[in-house]
């Protein structure tokens, strides 16, 4: 099963889709020449982002499962925020590497990042939402003595009962005791 992926100027190649998603991206890398460390992705002809690049790297899924076969697809660069800052894991756009990209393409592949932005900010904060704070007690304060001694005594404020065995078993000792004493 094979996929067109366009790039560039009108140039396009053969992918062979049998193959891990890592593969394929890392072997699409290689053939546009971006370094190892730009992250990439495809889209549809409708600027439809796939979304392999979120993929672990680990992930063994063959790339046949996600794309069409004898589709075309674009090469789209991810941007992320600067290195080293608060905002490196940012999504700022998803750039198609074409001479001439449509403009509704480019519309497409923003509105698609956005989004993504936007989810990544609200996975965030309900990460800090679900941050246990820690209260200290306050300082303990000598209260008053109520009268009581210092022993400890049973909090306990029920009457204590017995479980059914040894309700039977006491049971039996009486009526053992009754017929006994009327012998």
């Not at 593969?23 to 546009?32: A, F, P």
């Not at 063994?60 to 080293?84: D, I």
């Amino acid at each position: 099963m094979f996929i067109f992926i366009k790039h560039g100027d009108n140039q396009q190649f053969l992918v062979n889709t049998n193959c891990a998603v890592v593969v394929l991206l890392y072997y699409i890398r290689s053939k546009v020449k971006l370094p190892k460390t730009n992250t990439i992705d495809l889209c549809e002809q409708t600027g439809k982002m796939k979304m392999l690049f979120l993929m672990k790297p680990n992930h063994a899924e063959y790339a046949s499962k996600y794309l069409t076969a004898r589709s075309t697809y674009y090469v789209c660069k991810v941007e992320r925020g600067p290195p080293g800052t608060r905002l490196e894991n940012a999504y700022r756009a998803f750039v198609p590497l074409l001479k001439n990209p449509e403009p509704w393409l480019l519309v497409a592949l923003r509105i698609q990042c956005d989004a993504l932005e936007r989810r990544r900010i609200q996975m965030l904060k309900m990460k800090e939402a679900k941050k246990v704070v820690i209260i200290e007690p306050p300082a303990s304060v000598p209260s008053k003595q109520s009268g009581r001694s210092d022993k400890k005594k049973s909090t306990r404020k029920s009457p204590t009962f017995r479980n059914r065995p040894d309700f039977r078993k006491n049971k039996g000792r009486q009526l053992n005791k009754t017929t006994k004493q009327k012998k």
